[in-house]
Nanobody
Framework: QVALVESGGGLVQAGGSLRLSCVAS????????MAWYRQAPGKQRELVAF???????NYADSVKGRFTISRDNAKNTVQLQMNSLKPEDTGVYYC??????????WGQGTQVTVSS
């Protein structure tokens, strides 16, 4: 069974930074690519970034150069460092195993609100 718990969200002004963290409770964590997704109000959930088992990373065009995804296999955690935040980054952020389509392992997410 997979459980994912996100934290680190909050309210920040445009231009500010936040660091999200996700703790994954499944033994095969290091064998899976992991991703961060977000869902803005009234919009579909979208992929923000993913990181492979070999630590390769990929980002949505909208966050390239501002966000950094990382993972710690010893702690079963995946992080998302978000800099130069914009109001359009507002949404609920979720981590998940990266797959297409996404697996139904969604946690409660963490709310990020960026004020202008």
């Amino acid at each position: 069974q997979v459980a994912l718990v996100e934290s680190g969200g909050g309210l920040v002004q445009a231009g500010g930074s936040l660091r999200l963290s996700c703790v994954a409770s499944f033994s095969a964590f290091r064998l899976n690519p992991m991703a961060w997704y977000r869902q803005a109000p009234g919009k579909q959930r979208e992929l923000v970034a993913f990181i492979t088992q070999g630590y390769s990373t990929n980002y949505a065009d909208s966050v390239k150069g501002r966000f950094t995804i990382s993972r710690d296999n010893a702690k079963n955690t995946v992080q998302l460092q978000m800099n130069s935040l914009k109001p359009e980054d507002t949404g609920v952020y979720y981590c998940n195993v990266f797959s297409i389509p996404p697996r139904d392992y969604w946690g409660q997410g963490t709310q990020v609100t960026v004020s202008s």
